[in-house]
């Protein structure tokens, strides 16, 4: 079945940079668009960042625009977040998702990983 | 961007109708999708595409859309259904999805 496991998460000063990963499994990686939304403690849902199925094309929210980048390895099905200048607003548990689709588009998130937590502080 | 709007919280009696509002400009012309997400959890859809259904989720969930309004409904609603409740939508304009703040339901 489809597995999404995300791991990178810790603890960072504000100012520094993290890489999270999402291992993917159970289905052909490759043709899937993925996607990385947070949810800050007590907070809801918030969606991060796009990235279609070859990689080719990438969006983001404009809260992390500019400091975040999306990135996907098809060859080891892991889809990454580098994110740089951090912030104490952007502690959060942070969620892989898998779009039904190759570029993304209007389909529900059926697959979520457990998510990994991010807490910028000083 | 475009914005969807939920209540904070609902509660309602146990074996009561819950209902659960998701606002947005001409929602309706747009397809909306439902999680529920309970604590420590990754969220899971109970509608998607308005009113359908997946798979293992309970008869008792439904979705309705039109107008400016969508609108989750639980009925003969039980202590397991306490949890949060997103809606979420595909903004076209911006090629990206959009999430509701978020309704925590809380059953009495």
């Known amino acids: 079945q489809v597995q999404l496991v995300e791991s990178g998460g810790g603890v960072v000063q504000p100012g520094r940079s993290l890489r999270l990963s999402c291992a993917a499994s159970?289905?052909?990686?490759?043709?899937?668009?993925m996607h990385w939304v947070r949810q800050a403690p007590g907070k809801g849902l918030e969606w991060v960042a796009l990235?279609?199925?070859?990689?080719?094309?990438?969006y983001y929210a404009d809260s992390v625009k500019g400091r975040f980048t999306i990135s996907r390895d098809n060859s080891k099905n892991t889809l990454y977040l580098q994110m740089n200048s951090l912030r104490a607003e952007d502690t959060a548990v942070y969620y892989c998702?898998?779009?039904?689709?190759?570029w993304g588009g209007g389909d529900p998130f059926q697959h979520w990983g457990q998510g990994t937590l991010v807490t910028v502080s000083s | 961007s475009y914005v969807l709007t939920q209540p904070p919280s609902v509660s309602v009696a146990p074996g009561k109708t819950a209902r659960i509002t998701c606002g947005g400009n001409?929602?309706?012309?747009?397809?909306v999708h439902w999680y529920q997400q309970k604590p420590g959890q990754a969220p899971v859809v109970v509608i998607y595409y308005d009113s359908d259904r997946p798979s293992g989720i309970s008869e008792r969930f439904s979705g309705s859309n039109s107008g400016n309004t969508a609108t989750l409904t639980i009925s003969r609603v039980e202590a397991g259904h306490e949890a949060d409740y997103y809606c979420?939508?595909?903004?076209?304009?911006?090629?990206?999805?959009?999430f509701g703040g978020g309704t925590k339901l809380t059953v009495l």
């Open positions: 990235i279609s199925y070859d990689g080719s094309n990438k």
């Open positions: 159970g289905f052909t990686f490759s043709n899937y668009a």
């Open positions: 979420q939508v595909w903004d076209s304009s911006s090629d990206h999805p959009v």
């Open positions: 001409n929602i309706g012309s747009k397809s």
């Open positions: 998702a898998r779009d039904n689709t190759k």
